[in-house]
């Protein structure tokens, strides 16, 4: 079992910065891929980021490449995600999950585990 607990949401301005932070515990951090996705009110789950288990790839949804930065620090069972020159369309709930599997997936059917995200709000 797997609890992963997201912080760091908030409201901003457009243009502005956010970090979002995910703790893990409950499994060795290291031995899992950590995703980041996120809903809008009525809309599905997309994917944002994901990270593999050693931090050596990471890949992007179309809509937030170049803005927002995926990372994981092992020691500190956390994953971050820096997010910048947000958007009003970057407004949503964002979610952490953590996926078992070897191969990293970009699909929220493969994540195993949620944490119970956090709201990110842009004002435009």
């Known amino acids: 079992q797997v609890q992963l607990v997201e912080s760091g949401g908030g409201l901003v301005q457009a243009g502005g910065s956010l970090r979002l932070s995910c703790a893990a515990s409950?499994?060795?951090?290291?031995?899992?891929?950590m995703g980041w996705f996120r809903q809008a009110p009525g809309k599905e789950r997309d994917f944002v980021a994901v990270?593999?288990?050693?931090?050596?790839?990471?890949y992007y949804g179309d809509s937030v490449k170049g803005r927002f930065t995926i990372s994981r620090d092992n020691a500190k069972n956390t994953v971050y995600l820096q997010m910048n020159s947000l958007k009003a369309e970057d407004t949503a709930v964002y979610y952490c999950?953590?996926?078992?599997?070897?191969?990293?997936?970009?699909?929220?059917?493969?994540?195993?585990?949620w944490g119970q995200g956090t709201q990110v709000t842009v004002s435009s």
């Open positions: 999950a953590a996926d078992l599997a070897v191969i990293v997936s970009t699909s929220h059917a493969n994540y195993d585990y």
């Open positions: 409950g499994r060795t951090f290291s031995s899992y891929a």
């Open positions: 990270i593999s288990r050693n931090g050596g790839r990471t």
